[in-house]
């Protein structure tokens, strides 16, 4: 059975792209959620990797749909490789025509292993030019630090007013468990934590 996962790593992003590439390639069941890849609790990846099993073609649209960091992409490749399930990334090789199985997975891993360390050293470089950036801009004194999304005086009326949200169900006696708080306003974890700690709750 091929089964197919999307994401998007915010709600206002569009899934349909991913959605009409996977339905093209013929899956049949499609997993998906707008939720960042750098966050490991996603509800979504992980009902799919439960529900796969021997034989089954797990369809994304690239590779990092899966996962942000090599370790993320390792373990992720390795659970399906579990479940004796294959990955087919839509826009990486495909190695269809090869007809030795152990040829197959073997020029299929090694394309993975490149382009994972590929996408990972490019997300360094990527944060190395960050820092300078915001070493340069500190050093002109125009460096004013990050937009906070969820917060008292965001641009985005509707995250400003779940910031609200959540800082009255930190504030309840005794305060909303963290987890509840996420589930209920629709949020990470990690995002609640980091209002508690910028409110210094």
């Known amino acids: 059975m091929k089964v197919g996962y999307a994401r998007v790593s915010t709600a206002e992003q569009n ?3 991913q959605l009409e590439a ?8 499609i997993f998906a959620e707008k939720i960042s890849g750098k966050n490991a609790d996603r509800p979504q990846l992980k009902v799919m990797l439960e529900y796969i099993h021997d034989q089954d073609e797990i369809v994304v649209l ?16 390795e659970e399906v490789r579990h479940k004796g399930a294959v990955l087919n990334i839509l826009d990486l090789p495909s190695f269809a025509g090869v007809e030795d199985q152990n040829l197959k997975a073997l020029l299929s891993n090694l394309v993975l292993e490149i382009y994972k360390y590929t996408a990972e050293e490019e997300r360094r470089k990527i944060r ?14 125009a460096y004013k630090g990050a937009v906070r999304l969820y917060a008292p005086d965001s641009p985005d009326r509707r995250k400003r007013y779940l910031y609200h949200q ?3 169900m930190l504030q309840q006696n ?9 589930r209920t306003i629709g949020t990470s974890r990690s995002q609640i934590y980091r209002i508690k700690k910028f409110s210094n709750l």
């Open 15 to 17: 899934l349909d792209r």
């Open 62 to 77: 690239s590779l990092d749909r899966l996962g942000r960091s090599s370790r993320d992409l390792t373990e992720i490749i």
């Open 174 to 182: 005794p305060p909303v468990p963290i987890a509840q708080i996420a």
């Open 166 to 168: 959540i800082v009255q």
């Open 22 to 29: 996977l339905k093209k390639a013929g899956v049949q069941k």
């Open 128 to 141: 190395e030019r960050q820092r300078q950036g915001i070493e340069l801009a500190k050093q002109r004194g």
